[in-house]
């Protein structure tokens, strides 16, 4: 008798326990429900007020957007401007560098051709001198040593000597010759001749003197060139 009733205890506790399992389960699952909702609430005012926040911003930042981008394009408008205005000054400046090399150029150019039409004048009175000079020679050559104390013999070797000096202040200098090895860009051999005193292809005797101006030959020298 004692143990069925031990049983039926043992069950009624039993029930009991589960009862209140399940009256704990749907208390969490009110609580769970409830603040679900809660939360979707909250959420939805959350976005709300997100929403009213970014409309509220969107106004506030309207004019804000349109003044930015005028002075965006304004900058972008005057950057280009100085932009083009700086390629055109580096156009200019590139065009005087030219113009600048090209008169440069033109007038070394022109140096160059000025000196070269002096030089060629030059040498033209100069030949037309040499015949002068050489005539001069002849003619203080055929003087005998009686008659160098001679006015007339003195006054033709005082220009002679005069003639010489200032050819030779204008740059023109006579070429040397006799002991002096065969040059051809300096000397024009007429002859060849048998000599004891030279070696072959030196120069035995001068026929006509030679001159050079400023390093240039004006006149070869004639020559005759041992064998």
């Known amino acids: 008798m004692q143990e069925k009733d031990i049983e039926i205890f043992d069950e009624t506790v039993s029930d009991a326990e589960e009862a209140l399992e399940t009256s704990a389960d749907d208390t969490e699952t009110a609580e769970d429900v409830t ?50 205005l700086k390629e055109q000054i580096d156009q200019l400046e590139d065009r005087v560098k030219r113009q600048m090399a090209e008169f440069e150029n033109f007038r070394k150019r022109t140096e160059r051709e000025k000196q070269a039409m002096f030089e060629t004048g030059a040498k033209s009175v100069i030949e037309k001198i040499l015949p002068v000079v050489d005539n001069f020679e002849r003619g203080l050559a055929t003087v005998g040593e009686d008659q160098a104390e001679d006015p007339f013999v003195d006054g033709m070797n005082r220009i002679y000597k005069q003639l010489l000096t200032e050819l030779d202040n204008m740059g023109v200098k006579p070429i040397e010759a006799v002991g002096c090895e065969f040059n051809p860009d300096l000397h024009n051999a007429v002859m060849q001749v048998d000599s004891e005193e030279y070696e072959s292809g030196v120069i035995v005797q001068e026929l006509q003197k030679g001159y050079t101006y400023h390093d240039s030959v004006v006149r070869h020298s004639m020559v005759s060139v041992a064998g």
């Open 35 to 84: 603040e679900n909702g809660e939360d979707e609430e909250n959420r939805e005012s959350g976005i709300e007020e997100t929403e009213s926040e970014d409309a509220d911003g969107a106004e506030d930042k309207g004019p804000k957007t349109w003044a930015e981008k005028k002075a965006a394009k304004k900058a972008a408008k005057q950057d280009k401007k100085e932009e083009a």
